[in-house]
């Protein structure tokens, strides 16, 4: 079974978040949602969160992908925490997926682990690399790198993840099953 873990801090975008929690899951992907403040973290929008364990007890070795959603101040957490930090750059090196949407691909170019083309939520891609940037894709895949632009895009960008991390088949039930078909 696939399995990709997701690092949250207060202030995580929840759209985001629980979009790709709840398609991932539809996909019998697991998903293990890491604390990286405390175990019950609250979203910008005021919804708890419980983690299942907190970032300090991730091993890359056990996950296929890591997932950082957006939100403020979610994505400076995670630009800033050493946890995080060390994390994207092991699963960089054994080229597995990195993924992440709104302002967190910020953490990902303060990890030196985002690839040359991106999305971001717009006005973030001044913090990243304006050059590089992609305006008018709701998600990008450069590599084993994927990013997503922000909340309305989250259930595009969570089918996205589907689509790597199981078969076609599987992915075309989620998608049918959630009438994303447009």
Same mark, same amino acid.
């Given at each position: ?10 202030g ?18 697991e998903?293990?949602?890491a ?11 005021n919804?708890?969160?419980?983690a299942n364990?907190?970032?300090e ?14 939100g ?7 630009a800033d ?7 994207l750059?092991k ?14 691909? *910020?953490?990902?170019h ?37 990013t997503s632009?922000?909340?309305a ?7 996205e993840?589907?689509?790597?991390l199981?078969?076609?088949?599987? *992915? ?11």
């Open positions: 079974m696939s399995k990709i873990v997701i690092p949250i801090s207060n995580f975008e929840e759209i985001e978040a629980i979009s790709i929690i709840d398609v991932c899951r539809r996909a019998e992907i998903v293990v949602i604390g990286v403040e405390d175990l019950e973290t609250i979203g910008a929008h919804v708890k969160v419980s364990c907190k970032i007890e991730i091993e890359e070795s056990n996950f296929d992908m890591i997932v950082l959603p957006g403020l101040p979610n994505a400076f957490t995670l925490n050493e946890h995080v930090q060390a994390l750059k699963f960089k090196a054994s080229d597995k997926y990195i993924a992440a949407i709104c302002a967190a691909p *910020y953490a990902l303060k990890a030196e682990v985002l690839n040359k083309n991106y999305t971001c939520y717009p006005s973030f891609e001044q913090k990243i690399d304006p050059e590089n940037y992609i305006s008018d894709q709701n998600v990008v895949k450069d590599g084993n790198v994927i632009r922000g909340p895009t989250a259930m595009q960008f969570a089918l993840i589907v689509k790597l199981k078969e076609e088949k599987v *992915y075309k039930e989620v998608k049918e099953g959630l009438l994303a078909n447009n």
